[in-house]
C-alpha cells in the first residue's frame, strides 16, 4: 500500500512538473517565436565602411552614405543561415554644390540585398521604381569608410 502511494506520488509528480515545463514555454518569448525567426539573426548593429559607402547600422534599421547619395532602411536587417539579406528602403541622390530650398529631392524607393559573412558585407542597391542598379559594395564591420563626398 505505502508503495503504491509513493509510486502513484512519484508519476502525480512527474505529470505536475511536465504541465509546468509546458506551461513555461507557452511563457517563454523563445518558445513563442516563429520558425522563420529560428533560422535567422540580426546584422550586427555599428559601423560598415568600405570603398564609396558607409552603413551605420541600428537596432531597427540603416543610414547609408555614399560619395553622392544617401539611403536609410527603416527596417531591422536580419540574415538567414546562409548570411544572406534582402530589405526595402529609400536612396537619394544627391547634387554638386548648393540645393534650393525649393528643390525636392531625386529620392527613390530601394532595395537592399547582400550577403554577410563574418565582418564582410556585399551590398547590392537597386532603385525599384526605375530598375536601375545603383551598384555592388564591399563593406567590413567596423572598418572607415573611403568617401570622395561631391562638391
Known amino acids: ?28 518569448p523563445i518558445a513563442s517565436e516563429s520558425p522563420l525567426t529560428d533560422r535567422t539573426s540580426k546584422v550586427p548593429v555599428g559601423i ?16 547609408i552614405t555614399y560619395d553622392c547619395a544617401h539611403g536609410s532602411i527603416d527596417q531591422q536587417i536580419t540574415i538567414d543561415s546562409e548570411g544572406r539579406f534582402d530589405v526595402r528602403g529609400i536612396h537619394v541622390r544627391e547634387v554638386d554644390g548648393p540645393v534650393r530650398s525649393d528643390q525636392n529631392p531625386d529620392s527613390h524607393p530601394a532595395r537592399y ?16 521604381d526605375t530598375r536601375e542598379s545603383v551598384g555592388t559594395y564591399s563593406l567590413k564591420q567596423g572598418e572607415k569608410p573611403e568617401l570622395a563626398r561631391c562638391a
Open 1 to 28: 500500500m505505502i508503495r503504491a502511494v509513493l509510486i502513484f506520488g512519484v508519476l502525480a509528480s512527474f505529470a505536475l512538473s511536465e504541465r509546468s515545463c509546458e506551461q513555461k514555454k507557452r511563457l517563454s
Open 113 to 128: 540585398t547582400g550577403r554577410v559573412n563574418g565582418k564582410d558585407m556585399t551590398l547590392t542597391v537597386t532603385l525599384t
Open 48 to 63: 560598415w565602411g568600405g570603398p564609396h559607402v558607409v552603413m551605420l547600422i541600428t537596432e531597427s534599421g540603416a543610414k
